[in-house]
């Protein structure tokens, strides 16, 4: 069986689909990906889609199953390379990738990230100020 290679540049992983997503090299690359989370605790993960050339209804809820899982451990997922084909495909199948950004390269997946923990810090910022004048 085929794996699909995780790869952990910074606080973000890279997973690149080069292969036919199977339903065992599915189900290996999510619970290899939750493992490498939690092992390193990245708070984002990239999936590059570039080398598929057809994305089916299997693909997109191994998709939105990753998404989730990921998000349950703290890291946000961003899909990029999509082609315009494969876009067209998904909005035709129904699946909206609920809980899934989007970005066209690995290069402004990464920004997406950068700036969504950017702004989950901002957050964290405030809610921190609010407490102490409330106690204050």
Same mark, same amino acid.
């Given at each position: 069986?085929?794996?699909?290679?995780?790869?952990?540049?910074?606080?973000?992983?890279?997973? @690149?689909?080069?292969?036919?997503? @199977?339903?065992?090299?599915?189900?290996?690359?999510?619970?290899?990906?939750?493992?490498?989370?939690?092992?390193?605790?990245?708070?984002?993960?990239?999936?590059?889609?570039?080398?598929?050339?057809?994305?089916?209804?299997?693909?997109?809820?191994?998709?939105?199953?990753?998404?989730?899982?990921?998000?349950?451990?703290?890291?946000?997922?961003?899909?990029?390379?999509?082609?315009?084909?494969?876009?067209?495909?998904?909005?035709?199948?129904?699946?909206?990738?609920?809980?899934?950004?989007?970005?066209?390269?690995?290069?402004?997946?990464?920004?997406?990230?950068?700036?969504?923990?950017?702004?989950?810090?901002?957050?964290?910022?405030?809610?921190?100020?609010?407490?102490?004048?409330?106690?204050?």
């Amino acid at each position: 069986m085929e794996r699909v290679p995780i790869l952990k540049i910074g606080d973000i992983l890279l997973v @690149s689909i080069q292969v036919d997503m @199977s339903d065992q090299t599915a189900i290996q690359l999510q619970e290899d990906l939750a493992e490498r989370i939690v092992a390193t605790g990245c708070h984002g993960v990239i999936i590059d889609i570039t080398a598929l050339d057809i994305v089916d209804s299997f693909v997109g809820r191994m998709l939105s199953t990753i998404a989730s899982i990921s998000k349950v451990l703290d890291a946000e997922t961003v899909v990029v390379g999509m082609r315009p084909a494969v876009a067209i495909t998904l909005v035709e199948l129904g699946l909206s990738l609920n809980g899934i950004r989007t970005a066209l390269n690995v290069e402004r997946g990464m920004e997406h990230i950068a700036a969504s923990r950017s702004d989950e810090w901002d957050e964290m910022d405030v809610d921190e100020d609010s407490e102490t004048t409330a106690t204050s």
